[in-house]
Every structure is written in C-alpha cells, then in structure tokens.
C-alpha cells in the first residue's frame, strides 16, 4: 500500500497513525501540494498549486486524490481512497484485527465514534484555526473561549474506565485528535500564548495526550517541534491560500475585513 503524505499535514498524519497502529506494510510517499519558495526555510509556503500543476508533478498521487490533498493511500488491489476519516475508516476494515478504531458488533458505539471523530474537526480543530489566523487580538479571544468550550464539551463525552477517548480502548477519535492536540500545544503556545487550563476536563485531555503520546504508532508520527512552528508561520499571518485556508477565509471574512 502506498501512504500519499505530507509531514507538516495533521489530517495526513491521521492516516499515518491507522496504518502503523494496524502494522500494515506500506510505503510513505511525500507531497509538498503547495508552491515552492527558495526564500522560505525548505521552500515550503502554504499558497496553493493548481491541480494541473499537481498532475504533472504527481500524477499517481492525483490519481488516488481527486483535489490533490493530502493524505491519500493506494493498495496494490487498485483501491484508492482519500480524506483522511475516510483513510482511517478504510483502513480499519480492509485490515480487519485489533486494535479496531471503529468497535465492531456496536452500532451505537460507532456512530458516536463517527460524531466525535467530526466534532474534532468541525470544531476544535476549527476554532483553533481561527484563532491562529485572525489577526485581531480581540476576535483571537474570542475565539481562544470557544476553542475552550468545544476542549471542554469533548472531555465530557469521554469515557471513565481508560485514558482513550472511548475508556480503555483506541479509536478513530483518538487518531483524528492526536495530531491536531500536538498543534494546538506547540503552535498555539508559540503564536498565540495558549496555555490550556488547569481544571479537571482539561486534566482528563491531559490524560489522554499522555497515554496516546506513549503509544509508538501515534509518538512515531510527531512532527520535530522547530520545523513544526515554522511550517505555520504563514497560518500565523493569514498569508495561506491552501483549500483549508480558503475555507477558514470565507468563515472569517463574515467579521473581518480583507487587508
Ligand atoms: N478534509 C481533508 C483535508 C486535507 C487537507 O487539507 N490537506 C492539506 C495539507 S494539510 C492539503 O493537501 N492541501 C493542499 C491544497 O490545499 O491544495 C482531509 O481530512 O483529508
């Protein structure tokens, strides 16, 4: 199987975790899927290249991804799959044993695993964004409470009996949060001043980093911690003209005026 990954990509870590978890045998293939700049440590920005310009220079990748985002995996059976909940879904049932990141045998279970999984996304992960790319400290406190809130809304959901999202077992919850936890640590704390607070749901998150952070399929994918900072710089500016960025953009822009 051949993993289509950029480093600095959280959602392209995601589906490195799900492999090394299933101990699949894989090859990483690295993407840089944005403009190269000789005068930006190792050239990386985060302005967007056309897809033309993604098929020329990686037609198989572009060929297992619609959009050209990272991640993407290609198994030798022909398959091709893309968004990295998707990946990680994938790849939970075509290597069907343990760990399983979607438990079998319990609809109710799964569909909350799903719901979680999104909520990382759709809203942690979102409001953090937000925070790093508006450029009005006001709004970036605002922002920094709801990020906050939707922290503390998930620490509620988790279970009692473990240290996982779901209590004692991993799912695809925690693959989805892992590597964006690692972001909002490393590249709020240096943007954005963030700490996390100290009371007993954001204990419970503190929990749960630790014991993801010991297992060696999710610590084998953190990004070294310099390298990471830099690479949202221009995040950090709201210079970023990737898809994600856009989106991020057009949700800002209902309050912000463009400079
Ligand atoms: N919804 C996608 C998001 C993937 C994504 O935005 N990947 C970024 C890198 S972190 C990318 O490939 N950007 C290239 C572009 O915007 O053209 C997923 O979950 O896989």
Request: with cysteine.
């Amino acid at each position: 199987m051949k993993l289509y990954t950029s480093w600095f990509c959280p959602f392209a870590q995601r589906a490195w975790i799900a492999l090394e978890e299933k101990g699949v045998d894989y090859s990483y293939v690295e993407i840089n899927p944005y403009e190269v700049d000789p005068s930006l440590p190792g050239g990386y920005t985060k302005k967007q290249l056309p897809i033309e310009v993604k098929k020329a220079l990686y037609p198989d990748f572009v060929a297992s991804s619609p959009k050209g985002l990272v991640p993407s995996v290609s198994d030798p059976n022909g398959d091709k799959v893309w968004e990295s909940l998707h990946v990680v879904q994938y790849v939970d049932e075509r290597f069907d044993h343990p760990p399983y990141f979607l438990p079998r045998g319990d609809p109710l279970k799964r569909a909350h695993v799903r719901i979680w999984s999104d909520f990382v996304t759709e809203r942690m992960q979102k409001n953090f964004y937000m925070m790093l790319m508006d450029q009005d400290p006001g709004r970036q406190g605002k922002a920094k409470e709801s990020f906050f809130a939707e922290c503390r809304t998930f620490a509620k959901a988790m279970g009692t009996d473990g240290p996982y999202f779901l209590g004692k077992d991993i799912s695809m919850v925690d693959i989805a949060l892992f590597p964006f936890w690692q972001r909002f640590l490393w590249v709020g704390g240096y943007y954005r001043g963030l700490e996390m607070p100290d009371d007993p749901d954001f204990r419970r998150l503190h929990t749960w980093w630790e014991a993801c952070s010991q297992r060696p399929a999710f610590n084998g994918t953190l990004v070294c911690r310099p390298r990471l900072i830099s690479s949202y710089s221009q995040y950090s500016r709201n210079e970023g003209t990737s898809d994600y960025a856009k989106n991020l953009q057009s949700s800002l822009s209902g309050t912000q005026k463009k400079p």
